[in-house]
């Protein structure tokens, strides 16, 4: 084991040509929501998420990823809190560096600093948040990555998103074909681009079914972006940048989704703490669950299999004898080491920590409970966090969504004012984090808030309506996700004219991909046939549809592709649209898609309506059809000065006609 | 540059405390106690020196192997974690300080219980740790005289208590040299059990046999059986899987909810097992248990492929405690919805009783689940099983 | 017994017109348009087609084999001759098919029915009145392009791949899709609502049995409306025909739906539509009373006694509730005293009236001492519907699929279940695995409790590969030996006890 500055220089010297990934983390959370917990027990990445310190899942997971070169980002205050985890995991990676930051303020500050000192000259994963949690080894996306990055020095960035549904929903605009990222949500609010229409591309499409992990692969001109514009705080500010003067930096990102069975959170608040904890207990990010983490210094955790975990004692690691305690454990629960628990205490979907005490008879319900507190007997906590040592009277009633810090004694009766929403600590705020105020509550205690106005508990609660479940709006999300995803049954139960166009679209791109046989002609009709009854369409909808589907192909784009693949399908058309109410329809369908502003499709129309009526061409359309069409048609539209000329000529010609008959 | 430097420092100091603390942990878990103090004045500190050397051997070797489990993301062949797990303990035998038997049973033991307690459901680990506690014995005493009796084997030694092999221990060194022997035989019969139960294969299955048989793609054991099976026999094979996993090209693939009503066509049911108890009883992988039901109302006979490192000499007190679950197959954007209301069941194991198992296709022979305990004693010793 | 006899028969007339079939499907809308040269000829011949019962099936197969095309292309053509034709031979029909077991023998004319059916596309009155009835006609070059729709068979099957099968049914599954595929041809003398039924099956849209009764009441709701609407309009119809006529006009919907009794239908919907035929033969009896007795109403009554509908329809809207409403009622309050002392409840699979007696076992009860855990046949299966109805109850819940079937019958007290069917041997028909819960059930001795209500009872003891429209429902027995008991809406009755249950329908529906 060679001394550390070796490593340090010889790999600096090695990485101008290897591709090796490093694993960047920003230890320190720049989040004033967890102030009240981080004032004196060291760096938010050492706070306890299922009794075990958020980095070390955080490196459990990388872990599993090709990574072997960690770097820990800490503001210089935070170093020596971070030697002990240096210690428990430098042997398990090829390096592993501690580099401290002076008071840096903000995550750029920390990038900054990084790039200052010259450390990282080769691609990185930047985790930004160091509860970043994921079950995906990230293989596929990391070689994308290297793909893009062969194929153009510019792909500087892949962003990883997730499918699984996480509160704040960010809406991005991809490329389809190279999932380019075109479109990046406002800071301000996820949900919002700020962008013109004519964004709005063709193969564009907006996605708000997927959630940022957090976690970003980069070449290190993410980090030249950090240290020219200072004013840049976080990530997101320099992906804007990007996305801003694209003609300028010339430089692309790149949005790469997990799969279905890859599940990835972040704690941002303390309602996603609880959904992580939730996640973490209920096996959602297996193999990254408690009784993996093993550290017979620090933790050991048995579960049995019913999702509830027990901390191990020192002694007992490793006896086969089942760890039992007298709590009612609901699933997804979690009680610490040597914790003394009374007879018919509930705990469920929450964690306690080690050595705490609980009561006869109290209820935890979602909640996570610090190291070596007191709970009195009868009491009733749901929906709650609660620091390290803290002491709860008998009988004590705890409010949902309150945020008790550290070292708190809960005076016997109820607090004057409502605690939903904001933290009860024993100190003040320090003056310096901006963001937060207090107001003092009798017993000495201080209630902080944010001066936002928003939730202490959540990121989307703003104060006031405070009460809202845990869980209800992660529902309200989930349901649009499940619409977005095709494969939902939900689709079944929709709009049936939207499911009959969407299903009838597929079978046509199936089908065009197929090669072309007059039977799959007949299959096609088959299917629409199907769907039709299906979906109770009628016979004049389906025509309008199903014409509109066609022109909407890809093949369609152009009219050439259009006039070939009608001459193609030709089995289709005849078979629809031999009554005239269909050709209308059939028209109709044009016209709509005439409002779309695609100049092509508008200039080709009159050459389609010719088209479509000539023998030459398809010869579906018959003139009465037009006729009555163009009548319907109001005066002002722009469609009737285009088809000007086709109608005269269609006039003239039946006019003839009727001399013909006398 | 400054900055560099500090960390070089840092980092030297590190490896310095690191190596103080796994020194005391070392002293920690060893049952017989000398303190720092004693070790420091008894012996020079060029010792201490490098016993902290050697035993940060130990240490690294252990690290990696968790490390190894840590990195896999899903369950490998048992196999692979047995030949680990015995090159981690052949370490300990080699690098780790004792000077009589004690001593290294007691090294032994407290690794193993490291190892146990980081991964409770894999018991192949303690079998290995116990085998290799008995075959410590036995070098031992093959010392003192010549033969070794399993004291399993008759019943009126039991109450005489053996105490020869305490007072008349051989050397470390002796007992060293014979052991890594002994270990290093393990290690073959471990590497030649597959073939052992392939060839099993060929008198076990015979002729147009239908057979059923359950996670295949999972068990590298249970296909080469049935290869072996199929080299001169025309068999026909259902492999019980969910749809999602690959399945097999020379086997239909069922699914398990058609395993009652395919059962009826089988002459024959094979499974893999985890772990066999002395009972006779098995931890095999889930679903097992429906299939032999099943079997027993057709009065079909279920076969259980176990080597001979997965014979454990214990009982397990709740079986819940060392069967995993794991990740709940379901499409992620219900997790949001289900965590901690909704407990997905993903057992990785399962226990079968004794009385649904016809035989245990073992590399040596195959037993019936009565005769189990017999295995036991040859390759375990009561007092380690006893106090581990 | 003739009604399984003629199944097999029908089932080897079918091949005949299956290609043709594919072709009108292609072809559909435009076919609705007959263009009319003359032939007089061939309606003789029709006529006799119809009329001469002396002839054996395969024969008439034969003989329509060859000449179906070239005959219904001229007798589209000759649309009036063919309408008195087709007159006549509903006259003979009539005269022999009033028995129903004569009118099973009747079926294997389906060929003929064809050609007369084409006929009759002009005017739907005649549909109504036709004995037996067929997907439409093909156009002329249906004859050409047979080979070709044969060829490309697997083409239609990877149509709907949406829909999930056990790879062990792809076996018997492949052959008939091409059927169900053909049949989503409009049919000119099938009601849409049974279009509409069958494709959502096809499409699995409806989840099991009683949905699908469900649903299969409200077609036929509509469905009589519609067709009495017609009738009013029909001057000579006979009033005293009423139930006869309808008897005939539901059987060609009954056979789109059992694809011409190739498939039997679920045992529920055939005990609901075997009522449902004696409602309907019931029509007539009291209608003749009626005309005798005061000859005021007579004058009052609508044409065709088409008030008589009104009963039927009361009859179908009664039906309705008392088969899911009221047996879902009572079913959940017979369990009532059981639920009370069960902590733990497994079930399997989805099945409404278990989800119902879950929701109740809810209700004024602690939701920390509940525990309700739910498998399925494979992971995201139709058990998350349960999942979705218990999610927000506080209850204590575990999914799983039947992997993780030991650790769900750990501690447990109770397993529920509900089927499809129980025969009169006391086997149930349950969603496939359920027979592997029923043996781990008995090995760790807890209660097995199958809930059915009673119209799912059926005087059989054998079940079918396959079963009309819900075709993909993978069903299997489960005998009686494992079942505990089970829950109908009479009282809890050992399985042994289905005749009795029987009896008692049958009793209850004589008067």
Known sequence: MPPKGTIARDSIQKKEDDNTLTAVIVADHYETRFAPFLSNQGPWCLHRVCNVPIIDFTIDWILRTEINKIILLVSEKNLDYLKPTEVRWRTFFEQFLLISCRDPASIGDALRELDLRAIISSDFLLITNPATFTNATLRRQVENFRARRKANRNNVMTLIYSRSSHPEKATIGVKKADGKLVLYHRADNPSRFDVDKNYFLDDVVIR?????????????????????????????????????????????????????????????????????????????????????????????????????????????????????????????????????????????????????????????????????????????????????????????????????????????????????????????????????????????????????????????????????????????????????????????????????????????????????????????????????????????????????????????????????????????????????????????????RFGAQNEDFNKALPNMVHFLYTETGLGILEAPAILEWHESLDASSPIRTLMKRIIDWLKEESEEEDDDDE | MNHRFTITVARAAVIFVKSVLMHREFL????????????????????????????????????????????????????????????????????????????????????????????????????????????????NSRETNGEFDSPYDSLNKLWKKEDKENQIGRSAKTIRKKLIQAVNDIQIEMETCREHISAQGQYLVHMNDVLIVHSLSTSTTLSSFLAGAKKDKKTRVFSVQIPTEPDDHDAVSISLCEVAGKMCEATKVILSGATVFPDGSCLAPAGGLSICLAAHRHSVPVYVLCAFYKIAPFFVPDSSAVIKHSLPGLPVAMASKWAGRVRVLQPALEMIPANLITLFVSNTASIMPSHIYRLIGDYYHPDDVANY | MTRKKTIEKKAQTVPSDEPTNNETVASEPSSSTPNEPEATEQVSELVNGVTNLSMTDKERGEMDRQTKSKEQIKAEREAKKAEKANKKANATSKVVASPAPQIQQHAPQIPNGQTLLSTTQVSKLENKKDVTQKPPSPEPKSAIKKDTARGNREVQFDLNTTVLRTPSEETISDLPKMFVFTDLAPNFNVHPVFHTLAARC???????????????????????????????????????????????????????????????????????????????????????????????????????????????????EETRYSCFELATNSISTHLMQKRKFSKKIVTFDWCRVVNRILLDSLVGEDPDLKHIVVLDQQLNGRGVRHMDTLLDKNVKLDYGDLRSLSVALHKCSIVLIGCSAVLSNGCVAVPKGSLSIALSAQANNIPFMVCAQTFKFVDKVQTYGRMALLGRENMELVPSSLITAIVTDIRIVPPSSAPAILKAKALESQN
């Open chain 3, 202 to 316: 096809e499409r699995g849209q409806v989840a099991d049995v009683d949905d699908l009764c469900e649903e299969f009441l409200s077609a036929f709701v509509k469905f009589i409306s519609d067709w009495g609407a017609e009738r009013l309009h029909n001057s000579d119809a006979d009033p005293t025909a009423l139930g006869f006529d309808l008897d005939l006009a539901i059987r060609p919907q009954l056979g789109y739906l059992t694809e011409d009794g190739r498939w039997p239908l679920p045992y529920a919907l055939g005990n609901l539509v075997r009522q449902l035929k004696r409602e309907i033969k019931r029509l007539d009896e009291p209608c003749k009373h009626a005309h005798t007795k005061e000859d005021g109403t007579v004058a009052a009554e609508l044409p065709g006694g088409c008030d008589k509908l009104k009963e039927l329809e009361e009859w179908l």
């Open chain 2, 28 to 139: 920690v878990f060893k049952q017989v106690g000398k303190s720092p103090e004693t070790m420091t004045t008894a012996s020079t500190r060029q010792e201490v020196i490098e016993e902290g050397r050697k035993h940060l051997l130990i240490e690294e070797g252990r690290k990696q192997l968790l490390i190894n489990l840590r990195r896999r993301t899903t369950r490998e062949p048992s196999f692979k974690l047995a030949t680990d797990t015995l090159n981690f303990l052949r370490k300990v035998v080699l690098h780790g300080t004792y000077n009589n038997l004690e001593e290294l049973l007691a090294l032994l033991r407290e690794n193993g219980l490291i190892l146990s307690g980081a991964y409770p459901s894999e018991l192949v680990m303690r079998n290995l740790v116990l085998m290799v506690c008995k075959l410590a014995r036995e070098s």
């Open chain 1, 208 to 592: 708000n079914n997927v959630t940022d992990t957090g976690i970003a692969i980069c070449s290190v001109n993410v980090l030249v972006q950090f240290s020219t514009n200072f004013d840049f705080r976080g990530r997101d500010d320099a992906i804007r940048e990007i996305l801003a003067n694209e003609e300028i930096l010339l430089l692309n990102i790149h949005v790469d989704v997990l799969n279905e069975s890859e599940c990835a959170t972040q704690i941002n608040d303390y309602k996603s703490y609880l959904t992580a904890s939730a996640l973490l207990m209920d096996r959602w990010l297996y193999p990254l669950c408690p009784d993996n983490m093993f550290q017979p210094d620090e933790y050991v955790f048995v579960s049995n299999g019913q999702n509830m975990y027990y901390g191990v004692e020192k002694e007992k690691i490793g006896s086969l004898a089942g760890t039992q305690s007298k709590a009612i454990l609901g699933s997804c629960s979690m009680v610490g080491a040597s914790c003394k628990i009374e007879q018919a205490v509930k705990v469920v979907g929450s964690v306690v920590g080690d050595g705490t005490t609980i009561g006869l008879g109290t209820r935890i319900r979602n909640c996570i409970i610090g190291r070596n507190c007191r709970i009195g007997r009868g009491c009733l906590l749901e929906n709650a966090i609660i620091g390290d040592s803290v002491t709860i009277p008998n009988g004590y009633q705890l409010e949902k969504y309150a945020i008790l810090s550290s070292n708190l004694r809960m005076p016997a009766d109820p607090l004057n004012r409502s605690v939903a929403g904001y933290a009860l600590c024993t100190f003040a705020p320090d003056e310096d984090d901006e963001g937060l105020d207090f107001d003092r509550v009798d017993g000495g205690f201080y209630l902080w808030k944010l001066s936002s106005g928003y939730s202490m508990w959540s990121k989307e609660v703003k104060l006031g309506n405070g009460a809202e479940d845990v869980f209800s709006h992660a529902d309200s999300v989930d349901e649009n996700v499940l619409t977005d995803e095709e494969s939902s049954p939900e689709t079944a139960e929709a709009e049936p004219v939207a499911v009959f166009q969407e299903e009838i679209f597929d079978s046509m791109t199936r089908i065009l991909e197929l090669s072309f046989t007059p039977q799959l002609m007949n299959n096609l009709i088959l299917e629409i046939n199907s769907s039709k009854l299906a979906n109770n369409i009628s016979m004049e909808d389906v025509a309008k549809y199903a014409f509109k589907t066609f022109i909407l192909l890809n093949a369609c784009k152009t009219f050439i592709g259009f006039k070939e693949l009608a001459l193609k399908w030709k089995g289709l058309f005849t078979n629809y649209y031999k009554p005239q109410k269909s050709q209308v329809q059939m028209l109709m369908a044009i016209e709509e």
